[in-house]
């Protein structure tokens, strides 16, 4: 299965780091707390999630990863100010890898450069953010443009976890070797 990078800094949104967490491990997925200092201790906005910073931003690259979410809340206001998380994330989109953002978290997107001619949504007070980095923003639950993933709030979390997943499957699906060797035909035993 996967490695997915969640990138979470203090006042993270507590259900949009819950939801999609769980929902990915569930799959079989790992899910690893990327933050700005490996061991320090996170709370969210709501101070009903703790977690525990397992990587630092600057300490890993994207090819580690398959896939990165970035819930909202205060946290992407600050991470987007790190030059490391705005790397991993540019890196990411770059590489075609799903990013993943709900709520305050396409505020990484435009760190990173990765929404102009895109179709977006978001907490309607990024909507002007978005549109200004070249953005067309759409309000859905959930928006899928190309490796890019949208969502605007809590209530979008089922929606936005199941566009993830999707994703990933397509993402593996593509990396599976076809059937009967590398051009089709039947491998020879000698």
Same mark, same amino acid.
Request: with cysteine.
């Given at each position: #299965? +996967? ?6 800094? $203090?006042? %993270? ?9 769980? @929902?990915?491990?569930?799959?079989? =997925? ?8 490996? &061991?320090?201790?996170?709370? &969210? ?6 977690? *525990?910073?397992?990587? +630092?931003?600057? !300490?890993?690259?994207?090819?580690? %990863?398959? +896939? ?8 992407? $206001?600050?991470? @987007? ?10 890196? #990411? %989109? ?9 709520? =305050? ?13 895109? *179709? ?8 002007? $953010?978005?549109?200004?980095?070249? +953005?067309?923003?759409? !309000?859905?639950?959930?928006?899928? !443009? ?13 929606? %936005? ?9 397509? *993402?593996?699906?593509?990396? @599976? ?5 590398? =051009?089709?035909?039947?491998? *020879? #035993? =000698?």
């Amino acid at each position: #299965m +996967a490695r997915i990078a969640f990138i979470v800094d $203090d006042m %993270f949104e507590d259900s949009e780091l819950r939801v999609p967490y769980d @929902r990915l491990r569930e799959a079989g =997925h790992e899910v690893v707390i990327v933050g700005l200092e490996q &061991g320090r201790k996170l709370e &969210g906005k709501q101070k009903k999630e703790k977690v *525990t910073v397992e990587r +630092a931003a600057k !300490d890993v690259r994207a090819e580690e %990863f398959a +896939a990165l979410v970035v819930p909202g809340g205060y946290s992407p $206001d600050h991470l @987007r100010t790190s030059l490391d998380m705005v790397r991993l994330t540019r890196d #990411m %989109f770059v590489a075609g890898k799903p990013v993943a953002a709900v709520c =305050h978290g396409p505020w990484m997107l435009v760190e990173a450069d990765a929404i102009d001619g895109r *179709t977006v949504t978001s907490w309607p007070s990024l909507k002007t $953010d978005l549109i200004n980095a070249g +953005a067309r923003w759409v !309000d859905r639950e959930v928006v899928e !443009d190309g490796n890019l993933i949208t969502s605007r709030n809590p209530g979008d979390l089922a929606a %936005f976890s199941a566009a993830i997943l999707r994703q990933l499957d397509r *993402t593996a699906e593509a990396r @599976r070797p076809a059937a009967g060797g590398e =051009h089709g035909e039947t491998p *020879t #035993m =000698h």
